[in-house]
């Protein structure tokens, strides 16, 4: 078992910046890749960002409201920790960040309890 906790989240202004960080416990965190979904009142949860067990590859939403060159994910396996840096925020970020954890960047076996970020014009 996985457990993940997201903290970071908040209020900020459109243009602003924000880090998500998801802290892991249980079994070795190093050995599973990571990623953040997002989900806004009203829609299905959607992907923002992965990263492989060892962060040497990363992946990005590619769509509608682009991530990629906004967000960037990292990882510190020392610190059984990843992040989300979030640059640039605009309204249409708002929504529930959660944080997941899984063998592949294609499968995800377990899911934090999300932090909320609210972005206002």
């Known amino acids: 078992q996985v457990q993940l906790v997201e903290s970071g989240g908040g209020l900020v202004q459109a243009g602003a910046s924000l880090r998500l960080s998801c802290a892991a416990s249980?079994?070795?965190?190093?050995?599973?890749?990571m990623g953040w979904f997002r989900q806004a009142p009203g829609k299905e949860r959607e992907f923002v960002a992965a990263?492989?067990?060892?962060?040497?590859?990363?992946?990005?939403?590619n769509y509608g409201n682009s991530v990629k060159g906004r967000f960037t994910i990292s990882r510190d396996n020392a610190r059984n920790t990843v992040y989300l840096r979030m640059n640039s925020l605009k309204p249409e970020d708002t929504a529930v960040y959660y944080c997941?954890?899984?063998?592949?960047?294609?499968?995800?076996?377990?899911w934090g309890q999300g932090t909320q970020v609210t972005v206002s014009s």
């Open positions: 997941a954890a899984g063998e592949v960047v294609t499968h995800w076996d377990y």
């Open positions: 249980g079994r070795s965190f190093s050995t599973y890749a």
């Open positions: 990263t492989t067990w060892s962060g040497g590859s990363t992946y990005y939403a």
